[in-house]
């Protein structure tokens, strides 16, 4: 295993290798952001990897990085086309992910969770912290003031997501039971619908999505969007983390150029992102401005973190068994 400050050096920079094989255990690494390195892709062989397959979501860093086709240029003279696929949520895009039908994606905290609980072939390979970007909503009206109030309610989310941790974050916060609610899984979409008409009680949910609830009225139920701070990961396909290891540096780095970039300029990020998804530009200015782009490394902090979400999920017996975060931890190849 490469010692730490090396392992650092090899995300960061992340084409300083040939596309050698990679482990995948995660030792302890001091916070940095990720693409901040000058080598390039040069010396990385691609092998016989013809195309990267990068599933995407509604929003976020891979939105800004297609926009620019910072990885189509970054992976052209190695002679691997990018190939985009867009999802809903998370939970179905890292299925997909584990199915090897793409080898590359970010989702929220919860998804990798009960993917690796599951057996998913996946493992993490950056992150994205922010301390907003999600909440609990409730129809204006609504007799919901408190998270205390959501006893007995019905709450809509979609299992295995973020908003689902951000749902057992905020019974606990209020001292409630998960058995004290009645969840509806949903996807985003079909929460929102379910929303409008009426038929749920509040909706736990992420931007865009939050963006569009807030604009069709729903209210934000005070300190649900405040629980703590939110991570994000950027995940790959396990056997081609270790296929591909080069290749797969190669895109992390060009995925911390577009997020320094969208961090620089949250002024133009919301057009670009409404370019690609289609979702209105007033919305997408919404979630841009309580965003935080930035990627980071896989810390000591930010994997401890995400080991008491696993837990957690776990003690509530809403995972089959109890994981190991670090078990998914995907090493860069040494030089």
């Known amino acids: 295993m490469p010692r730490p400050s090396l392992l650092l050096c090899l995300i960061v920079s992340a084409a300083c290798s040939s596309d050698a094989a990679s ?3 995660g030792p302890p690494t001091k916070p940095s952001r990720v693409g901040d390195g000058s080598a390039g892709a040069s010396a990385v062989n691609a092998g016989d990897l013809k195309e990267l397959r990068i599933g995407f979501q509604k929003g976020g860093v891979l939105v800004i990085a297609r926009q620019q086709a910072i990885l189509e240029t970054k992976l052209a003279p190695l002679g691997v086309h990018v190939t985009w696929v867009e999802f809903g949520a998370g939970p179905p895009l890292l299925e ?4 090897g039908s793409i080898d590359l994606g970010h989702t929220g905290d919860a998804p990798p969770i009960f993917a690796q609980a599951g057996g998913a072939s996946i493992v993490y390979v950056a992150a994205q912290s922010s301390d907003s970007g999600q909440a609990i909503l409730v129809p204006a009206g609504s007799d919901i003031h408190t998270l205390g109030d959501l006893k007995g309610k019905r709450v809509g989310f979609t299992r295995g997501s973020s908003a689902h941790n951000l749902v057992v974050l905020a019974l606990e916060r209020a001292g409630l039971h998960y058995s004290d609610i009645t969840p509806v899984y949903l996807s985003p979409p079909d929460a929102g619908a379910a929303f409008t008409r009426g038929s ?6 992420w931007d865009p999505f939050y963006a569009i609830g807030q604009q069709r009225g729903g209210q934000v139920i005070p300190d649900s969007d405040r629980l ?5 990961f950027f995940l790959a396909n396990r056997e081609f983390a270790a296929r591909h290891g080069g ?6 780095a060009g995925l911390g150029e577009a997020s320094r970039w969208a961090e620089a300029h949250h002024d133009r990020v919301a ?6 998804t289609g979702v209105d530009l007033a919305i997408e200015t919404v979630a841009a401005n309580r965003t935080t782009f930035t990627m980071a490394a896989l810390t000591d902090e930010l994997l401890a973190t995400q080991q008491a979400v696993a837990d957690r999920f776990h003690r509530l017996g809403l995972i089959p068994r109890a994981v190991t975060v670090r078990d998914a931890v995907w090493v860069p190849p040494s030089m």
Do not use: F
């Not at 997909?96 to 199915?99: D, E, I, L």
């Not at 057009?271 to 690609?276: C, D, H, N, P, Q």
């Open 200 to 205: 749920l009680d509040a909706w736990a949910i």
């Open 247 to 252: 290749v797969l540096g190669v895109a992390v």
């Open 228 to 232: 703590g701070k939110t991570t994000s």
């Open 271 to 276: 057009s670009v992102l409404a370019e690609v």
């Open 23 to 25: 482990t995948t255990s």
């Open 96 to 99: 997909a992910m584990s199915a």
